[in-house]
């Protein structure tokens, strides 16, 4: 029995569940693991590579799974929130800073200092952490491991094996088991294994990112890119007419039809990895109005660069002649100029009374974008875009978006931030799929306010920062840009307050709509749904 003074009021034990022996041996398989890839990082000179690292990958992978059946299976089915606020870890306490501190000092390394990871420079053998990834990636592709197919194993093993903890802790809910499953199909093929199948197919092709939807895959539209899809055949164009029909047709329609969600929670690599590995921090995101406030610009700001950063790509290298390409600089931006007005035009038709004061802050970006790419064309700069060298704009947003934001604070930052800090406040794509969300989709989280306990479970649970409980205790239907469907507010819910839909856009924003019993027409609003 403990000797700890206990000054807390609660029935419930307020201290975090001890682990049993089982877990504990679980840990040291995984930490052995760990270790095994320590070493490589000090140089040690294994006589087996590819043996040493299969037994390393595998404890790592088994001690998640023995940990995770002996966490959840011994229990019964239902809610698991275990005295998530009383371990350190994962309630901004001093082990959950320090491993985001090691964290972010790796993701620093990887994109900034990969020579530390033995990354072999001008032709030079590989040593260290990467050497000891080369039997794997020579099998996959016949070409020695980079920082990036060693980021690509330990992401693809964390979604994996975490991803079967994730199904193990909701078993009881089918939505969230078919969800897992679809991220982990979607890391492991998608995103690991066809992109090295190609590279031995064919490596002159851009093959990094199969869907090439843009904002996401912010290359794809680079000189690079669009020349090394053009030189490659038929596939080459198909795949870059895939990347433009996903952006401007195929996101969109699936938007409408299913939210967010399908990409956000069943198809991004991103998004993978914060719902499996980083389930245990996803009460830690900030449910402050000041938040969501941040949130909001900020997200949309990142969308606006990613705007100009593309334009500014395309314009240095359109001609002037439509006699050397049929995409001339003055039918770009005209294009460009004439779908931000459609869109701006039809927000401003039909929603701007819905959206009240964001219509006047989408208008002022808005003419401010026309007017910049106005200057632009008349002013006849063809290097400088925007008043900056367009070669230096692509690689700000490179470094500051897609490494130290995406990367360094997205993921290193999970036990300080929550597990989605990149998909809530920086993703342009998040923004643009949140955008279409907002205006024009079918789904929406639908409300029982009369069942509503205010056991607040739901909002300790939204990895998105959003006050649930508000809206479940009204009976309003929570329809936010920022939500991914995850559906897990609705899986930790002991009442069934809380329903993921797909209805007609009648109805679906009811702000003004309060579910109350003594509400005189509460029968009429109930039949009219």
């Known amino acids: 029995m403990s000797n700890k003074i206990n000054n807390s009021m609660s029935l419930a034990k307020p201290d975090a569940l001890d682990i049993s022996t089982k877990q504990k041996v679980a840990l040291a398989i995984g930490f052995i693991g760990l270790f095994i890839m320590a070493l490589a990082l000090l140089n040690t000179n294994f006589p087996n590579e590819g043996l040493f690292l299969t037994l390393s990958l595998g404890m790592i992978s088994l001690g998640v799974i023995i940990y995770s059946r002996e966490a959840y299976l011994t229990k019964l089915e239902g809610i698991k929130n275990d005295g998530v606020w009383f371990k350190s870890i994962s309630s901004h306490g001093a082990w959950g800073y320090v491993l985001g501190v090691v964290l972010t000092t790796f993701y620093i390394v990887l994109y900034f200092f990969p020579q530390y990871l033995g990354l072999g420079k001008d032709g030079a053998e590989n040593t260290g952490l990467v050497h000891l990834f080369d039997p794997l990636s020579k099998l ?14 330990l ?14 802790k909701y078993r009881h809910n089918r939505y969230q088991q078919i969800r897992t499953g679809s991220v982990m199909f979607f890391q492991l093929g998608f995103a690991f294994l066809i992109p090295e199948f190609m590279y031995v197919m064919n490596n002159d092709l851009p ?17 690079w890119s669009v020349n090394g899809f053009l030189s490659n055949g038929n596939i080459g164009l198909a795949l870059i007419v895939f990347g433009i029909l996903s952006t401007f047709i195929i996101t969109p329609i699936l938007t409408y039809k299913y939210g967010k969600r399908w990409y956000c929670s069943w198809v991004c690599g991103c998004g993978g990895l914060a719902e499996t590995a980083g389930d245990s921090f ?15 610009w900020l997200i949309h700001t990142v969308l606006v660069f990613s705007v100009v950063m593309t334009v500014a790509m395309v314009y240095t290298y359109l001609g002037y002649d439509k006699n050397d390409f049929w995409l001339t600089r003055g039918l770009f931006i005209s294009l460009v100029i004439g779908f931000l007005t459609l869109v701006f035009a039809g927000v401003m038709l039909f929603k701007s009374k819905e959206l009240g004061k964001d219509a006047k802050y989408g208008a002022i970006g808005f003419f401010s974008v026309i007017a910049l790419l106005l200057i632009m064309y008349f002013t006849g700069t063809t290097e400088h875009v925007f008043f900056i060298k367009g070669s230096a704009l692509r690689s700000a947003y490179g470094l500051y978006i897609g490494s130290i934001f995406s990367g360094v604070i997205g993921t290193g930052f999970y036990p300080i931030l929550g597990n989605r800090s990149w998909c809530r406040f920086g993703c342009p794509m998040a923004a643009i799929l949140g955008f279409q969300q907002r205006l024009f989709s079918k789904f929406r989280i639908t409300t029982n306010g009369g069942q509503c306990i205010s056991c607040g479970n739901c909002s300790n649970s939204c990895e998105m920062g959003i006050d649930v409980r508000h809206y479940a205790q009204k009976g309003e239907n929570i329809v936010r840009s920022s939500c991914v469907g995850c559906g897990v507010c609705s899986a930790v819910c002991p009442r069934g307050v809380l329903k993921l839909e797909n209805d007609s856009m009648d109805g679906r924003i009811n702000p003004t709509e309060i579910l109350l019993g003594n509400d005189v027409d509460l029968m009429d609003l109930v039949n009219k749904k």
């Open 140 to 153: 996959l592709s016949g070409r020695p491991a980079s920082q990036w197919f060693v980021y690509g194993t």
């Open 155 to 168: 992401y693809t093993i964390a979604i994996l094996a975490f991803g079967y903890k994730f199904i193990l």
């Open 207 to 223: 093959y990094y990112d199969l869907k090439s939807i843009w904002p996401l895959n912010y290359y794809i539209f680079d000189e």
């Open 282 to 296: 996803r009460q830690l995101s900030s449910k402050k109005m000041s938040a969501w406030k941040l949130e909001r």
